[in-house]
């Protein structure tokens, strides 16, 4: 079943909803397990559901020119 809802984005649909996915599925198997390099990867997914998010969207109606200060303030309230 993830194999092809990950072959579903390969068409350029919205990646951010991919990765929000994955980070959804595996926030349970990180709870219990209590592992540091899960805590990083569940915590790289959400940096990039973050990033591909702020992409795709207007972010609070931000424009292009302000968008890499957004991404940077975001990523880094989040972290």
Request: proline share 3%; aromatic share 26%; no cysteine.
């Amino acid at each position: 079943l993830l194999a092809l809802f990950g072959q579903v984005y390969q068409t350029g649909a919205d990646t951010w909803q991919l990765f929000f996915g994955w980070a959804v599925l595996i926030t349970p198997w990180v709870i219990i397990a209590r592992f540091p390099a899960l805590w990083l990867l569940w915590l790289g997914l959400i940096n990039a559901v973050t990033l591909f998010y702020i992409d795709t969207s207007l972010f609070f109606g931000i424009g292009y020119y302000y968008q890499d200060f957004w991404q940077f303030t975001v990523i880094t309230v989040i972290n």
